[in-house]
């Protein structure tokens, strides 16, 4: 039996055409890393999307652009010296953290003055990964950033206990590459002392958010106690003193020193020089 309304081969192709050229434009939203709670790009605003539970409630946690993201150290050789580490190849602009439940927002965190030593002084976030093996030689090569933009997304958020209050709701983001390829950023998330999304601080400077570089927080949420982290090392970059962050934390929350010590003519430790609570 002939269909009432036969479609041609033609028309066909065009709609199949048609279909391509959207999806080209839409961006990119491979097989989430955590499976079906981690969305990446889920809408053209939303970076990423993961569900969470918070006291036993199911919510629904965003990275959302407010306003449309720029490319900041896009794909080429550029883009993988020190300035861009963990930046490359991104994205940039307005940015805020979402708390939702049943759909509807009930928190929020506007991300962007975490920034403020970032590239172009917006939030920034990667995109891609680069292959610093072979990104170097290939970058130089027509085609380039459509090679890279056939990587999958990067996952952002990974959800960690770092004020060790038993609820894994906080995660790092890196707001600085310091000299060279250190990331620096903060903790955001809630904690059972402040149930709002926040940065979080220490208990000495509770007003100012806690700014380390990613293994020094590494080393916090590891902690069975208290524990005492390289900052900065004797000759880094010409540096004539060495520093080390001493963090722990309590039920009142996080506590922490920077302790700064003097150097030897052949690089090695010295004396302590001050120390201050974080």
């Known amino acids: 039996?002939?269909?009432?309304?036969?479609?041609?081969?033609?028309?066909?192709?065009?709609?199949?055409?048609?279909?391509?050229?959207i999806a080209l434009l839409l961006p990119a939203n491979p097989f989430p890393k955590g499976g079906a709670h981690v969305l990446e790009y889920p809408t053209p605003d939303v970076?990423?999307?993961?569900?969470?539970?918070v006291d036993g409630v199911e919510e629904q946690w965003q990275l959302k652009w407010l306003g449309l993201p720029k490319p900041v150290c896009e794909p080429s050789d550029v883009s993988l010296t020190c300035p861009c580490q963990g930046?490359?190849?991104?994205?940039?602009?307005?940015?805020?953290?979402?708390?939702?439940?049943?759909?509807s927002e009930i928190d929020r965190l506007l991300l962007t003055p975490f920034f403020a030593d970032a590239p172009d002084a917006k939030a920034v976030l990667q995109r891609w990964e680069p292959d610093h093996d072979k990104d170097f030689d290939a970058a130089q090569k027509d085609g380039f950033a459509a090679v890279v933009a056939k990587r999958p997304?990067?996952?952002?958020?990974?959800?960690?206990?770092?004020?060790?209050d038993g609820e894994a709701s906080e995660f790092y983001l890196q707001t600085e590459a310091a000299p060279c390829g250190k990331s620096v950023g903060v903790a955001v998330g809630i904690s059972r002392t402040n149930p709002r999304l926040h940065a979080f601080t220490t208990v000495s400077n509770p007003s100012k958010p806690l700014f380390l570089q990613k293994h020094e927080w590494e080393a916090l949420r590891d902690t069975s106690g208290e524990v005492e982290v390289l900052d900065w090392q004797c000759g880094d970059h010409g540096s004539e003193s060495q520093t080390t962050v001493r963090l722990g934390w309590s039920n009142d929350?996080?506590?922490?020193?920077?302790?700064?010590f003097s150097c030897t003519s052949d690089g090695k430790v010295a004396d302590l020089i001050h120390e201050q609570p974080l």
Request: proline share 2%; charged share 20%.
């Open 47 to 53: 970076r990423e999307e993961q569900t969470i539970i």
């Open 87 to 103: 930046f490359a190849y991104g994205e940039g602009g307005n940015l805020a953290l979402i708390r939702l439940r049943n759909g």
């Open 1 to 21: 039996m002939k269909a009432a309304y036969p479609i041609s081969m033609a028309v066909l192709r065009f709609v199949a055409l048609g279909a391509l050229g």
């Open 153 to 164: 997304t990067v996952q952002l958020m990974h959800f960690s206990d770092y004020d060790h």
């Open 253 to 260: 929350g996080i506590h922490g020193t920077r302790r700064e």
